[in-house]
Every structure is written in C-alpha cells, then in structure tokens.
C-alpha cells in the first residue's frame, strides 16, 4: 500500500515505521525490532493524539548503521502499538511451533527464546489484550484445524484480534468507530492473504479458507467465486472508509486516508488478478498481514 503514498507522504511514514521500530528497541529489546508489523505502524498512526505533532529526530540503527535517518520520537501511540506488536508477534510465533512440523519448528523455538523476555514485559503492560488475542488465535486454529467451510467464520476470529487493539479506556466517541475499522481491516487482511496463499496451500496440503469455501476448478477459482471475494473485500473496504470518517483529524489522517482509500483497492486487485509480488515463497503460511 506503500506505493500509493506521494514522496513526501512515504518519508512521513517511514518516519513512523522507523520511530515503532525505535520505539520496540527501547521499551522491548533488539530482538523485538526484528517483529516490527505494518499493520502495528498503521495501528500507531491512528492512536496519534489529534493536536499532537510528530517529534521527528535523526539517528542511526541496526538497518542504517552509517547513514541516519528520521523517526518520530517516542509517544503514547508508539508505545502501545510497540507492546501490542510483541504480543502479537509472540502469539504467531506459537502458533507456528504448534502448526509446523518438527524441524520446521526450530527456527520458530529459537524466535520465541529471543522474544520470551519481551513479551514478559509486555504481557504485564498489555494483559487485557494479550488475552483476547491468545484466546482468538486459539479459536482460529481450532477453526481452521476442522476445516470449516465458512470464509467469514475463520476471518471473524482473525478480526477480533486487530478489533481488540482499540485501547479500553479510550473515549467512547471514538473508540466505536476505530473498532469498527479495525475489524473491517482484520476481516480484508485475512480474506487477501488467504486468497494470495491458497495455491502454495494446495500444494503443501494445508487448509485454506478460501478454498474450503469456494473449491477450485482445475487448480484456479471459478470467475464467478473471485468476484464473490471482490464484492466482500470491496464490502469490508468501504467500512474500513466509512468508520475512518468518523475519526478525528491527526497528522497522520492524508496518509492513512490515501492508504485505505487508493492503496487496499489497488492491493486488492493486484492479488485478485494474480499480480501481486509476494515477500516470499518459502512454504510458509503467511495470513499474518505482514506482506500486505
């Protein structure tokens, strides 16, 4: 979605990546930084104060050890998204060792070693939220383990997760619409990353939720199946449009507006039409959100 961004749009936000990447060094450790989620920069933009301005500083990183570069100084939004992407990545990471077989486990058992210590520190801070996606993750799995044919089931499940980072003691006025655009957004993300996967699925004999739905004909979905998924996604887009609006305005609403409104459709039917570039082909299940 980065691609629809103006030049001096892109630079803000890799200021705000850079800044959730600091951010997660600081509060969590090195080893967090490597977890560092789109969807927790995405999160952090929309926890923003409406009258706070982005503290921007220069500095290097283990990513930029010679050259330095702009992030936005550590905040209230930042922190959040920080101890919520640990926690998330945590979860993922236990998913993965309960899923994968047992040499493909091991990569998965030392991520989680290097990340126990922060994930400590960011259950204490976040334990509301480490439980509901602890519980969901476990639902989902549960879910998808039986192989059920409804699409909507499974992405429910996987939506509660990203619905639930809505901190509780946020103001009602706006806390009911970011819930809505959070599930809206969980609900896409899962139902896009299904349907980019569904043929390294087949072939490795994983469950996938869009095939289970609408079953393949000679080894592709029917037209009239994929434009079922246009009409959901393009569903759950407008929602994610229509909560967005009822939003107070930050810094940051320009390039979240242009995200949700140019970049998820462009996405979406790049991955529809079997265009979209993937980070990696490597076997692994990606319904995390993070190649999105």
């Not at 739905?213 to 998924?229: C, E, F, K, N």
């Not at 887009?237 to 939003?247: K, P």
């Not at 529809?272 to 570039?277: E, F, I, Q, T, Y």
Request: hydrophobic share 40%; net charge positive; proline share 5%.
């Amino acid at each position: 979605m980065q691609g629809e961004l103006k030049v001096r749009e892109l630079e803000r936000f890799k200021a705000c990546y850079c800044g959730l990447c600091h951010c997660l060094g600081s509060n969590y450790g090195i080893a967090s930084r490597f977890t560092l989620s789109y969807e927790l920069v995405f999160l952090s933009m929309l926890l923003w104060e409406p009258d706070e301005a982005p503290q921007i500083r220069r500095g290097r990183c283990i990513a930029s050890p010679f050259r330095k570069k702009c992030y936005c100084a550590r905040n209230k939004a930042l922190d959040i998204s920080a101890g919520y992407n640990v926690i998330l990545a945590w979860w993922r990471i236990q998913d993965a060792i309960a899923d994968e077989a047992f040499f493909r486990k091991i990569p998965y058992r030392i991520a989680s070693l290097a990340l126990h210590k922060a994930y400590r520190r960011a259950l204490n801070e976040y334990p509301l939220f480490n439980s509901i996606v602890s519980d969901e993750i476990k639902s989902l799995a549960a879910y998808e383990a039986h192989e059920e044919q409804s699409l909507d089931g499974a992405a429910d499940k996987f939506s509660r997760i990203l619905k639930a980072a809505a901190p509780e003691l946020m103001a009602e006025q706006k806390r009911r619409p970011l819930t809505e655009l959070l599930y809206h957004l969980g609900r896409w993300i899962y139902i896009v990353d299904a349907y980019d996967d569904y043929k390294d699925d087949a072939l490795a004999g994983r469950y996938n939720p869009v095939t289970a739905r609408y079953p393949p004909d000679s080894g592709s979905l029917p037209d009239d199946s994929v434009g079922r998924l246009k009409t959901t996604l393009a569903h759950s887009n407008n929602l994610v449009c229509s909560a967005f609006e009822l939003l107070p305005e930050n810094t940051w609403s320009e390039i979240v507006r242009n995200m949700i409104y140019l970049g998820m459709p462009d996405v979406c039917s790049r991955v529809l039409a079997g265009n979209w570039p993937p980070a990696r082909r490597n076997g692994k299940n990606t319904r995390n959100g993070n190649d999105i």
